[in-house]
């Protein structure tokens, strides 16, 4: 089994910059792949962005390329996501997700674990 726990989330002015944590603990050496998912109230969940633990290959949904960055620490069993130059729209629950496979995908179906969700508010 593994556990995710994020944090970092809060509110920001638009324009700012956030810092999310995901640390991962337990079985950890199942995870090959873990993204960040947002989901506004009364929307889908979307998938954000996606690193693989060990090549280290990302992926963006278009709306956060250029703002967004995902990076792992591999020792710290940690994924961080920072958010610069953020925007109203970007206010959501954002939840971190681990996968048993080195592929990067975007469907919340394909991952294994989850996190209890962190609120990442972006007042205009």
């Known amino acids: 089994q593994v556990t995710l726990v994020e944090s970092g989330g809060g509110l920001v002015q638009a324009g700012g910059s956030l810092r999310l944590s995901c640390a991962a603990s337990?079985?950890?050496?199942?995870?090959?792949?873990v993204a960040w998912f947002r989901q506004a109230p009364g929307k889908e969940r979307e998938s954000v962005a996606a690193?693989?633990?060990?090549?280290?290959?990302?992926l963006y949904v278009d709306s956060v390329k250029g703002r967004f960055t995902i990076s792992r620490d591999n020792a710290k069993n940690t994924v961080s996501l920072q958010m610069n130059s953020l925007k109203p729209e970007d206010t959501a629950v954002y939840y971190c997700?681990?996968?048993?496979?080195?592929?990067?995908?975007?469907?919340?179906?394909?991952?294994?674990?989850w996190g209890q969700g962190t609120q990442v508010t972006v007042s205009s």
């Open positions: 997700a681990a996968r048993e496979s080195v592929l990067l995908v975007r469907l919340d179906g394909e991952y294994n674990y």
């Open positions: 337990g079985r950890t050496a199942n995870i090959y792949t």
């Open positions: 690193i693989n633990w060990g090549a280290g290959r990302t």
